[in-house]
């Protein structure tokens, strides 16, 4: 069974440019969540989408938005980046009525 | 609001020496507790899933316990490929938005020397 696939691996931008991430979940997983690592810092909750609707979003400016698709594969979406958004994105899947979260391998986004 | 504590932040061992790592927790009541493993640059592996005081989970070297307060992962004579982050993750039991949510610690980075 394949992963949780996320792309690009790698990602560069300039400050005030825009960041598209994109994720594909684990077959038959409905629910996709994305979270922010930065450097010393815990994976920070940013968002939850489920059969197609944004469920919950963490504590992070409205330039932070994405979208699940019918196929529930979704993308993230970072608008005026900041220096300080560099970090690994991690998307995860999770299938309805379980509980337990598989992650992808991420992206690592630096913004220079 | 949800919260957990690792400890400690980084820790050394010699291959075969057996030792453990804590995660404390406060969460409106606990509907699953996870501790996953993370390679540098790479995405968090799901190891266990604890649901209730006095559960424990064991996979190779690995033993994960749970108590009301705190959940311990126990590694027995680790080795060098055991050299990662150890994540722990709360999930809280109210129902709607939030529901399934995870809440992490910020982990402890285990090297386990040759």
């Known amino acids: 069974e394949a992963g949780v696939t996320q792309s690009p691996t790698h990602l560069i931008k300039t400050r005030g440019q825009q960041a598209t991430l994109r994720c594909s979940p684990i077959?038959?997983?409905?629910?996709v969540y994305w979270y922010q690592q930065a450097l010393g810092l815990g994976l920070q909750f940013l968002l939850w989408y489920d059969e197609g609707e944004e469920r919950n979003r963490g504590n992070f400016p409205p330039r932070f938005s994405g979208r699940q698709f019918p196929n529930y594969s979704s993308e993230l979406n970072v608008n005026a980046l900041e220096l300080e958004d560099s970090a690994l994105y991690l998307c995860?899947?999770?299938?309805?009525?379980?509980?337990?979260?598989?992650f992808g391998p991420g992206t690592r986004l630096t913004v220079l | 609001e949800d919260q957990v504590t690792q400890s400690p932040e980084a820790l050394r061992l010699q291959e075969g020496e057996s030792s453990s790592l804590n995660c404390s927790y406060t969460?409106?009541?606990?509907?699953?507790l996870f501790w996953y493993r993370q390679d540098p640059g790479k995405g968090p592996e799901f190891l266990f899933t604890?649901?209730?005081a006095g559960e424990e989970k064991e996979k190779e070297r690995l033993k994960a316990t749970l108590t009301k307060k705190e959940s311990f992962l126990h590694i027995t004579a680790p080795k060098p490929e055991d050299s990662a982050t150890y994540l722990c993750a709360v999930q809280a039991g109210y129902s709607g938005a939030g529901s399934y949510q995870l809440t992490f610690g910020k982990g402890t980075k285990l090297s386990v020397i040759p």
């Open positions: 969460v409106s009541g606990l509907r699953g």
């Open positions: 604890l649901y209730s």
């Open positions: 995860a899947s999770r299938p309805g009525g379980v509980n337990e979260q598989f």
């Open positions: 077959s038959g997983h409905t629910s």
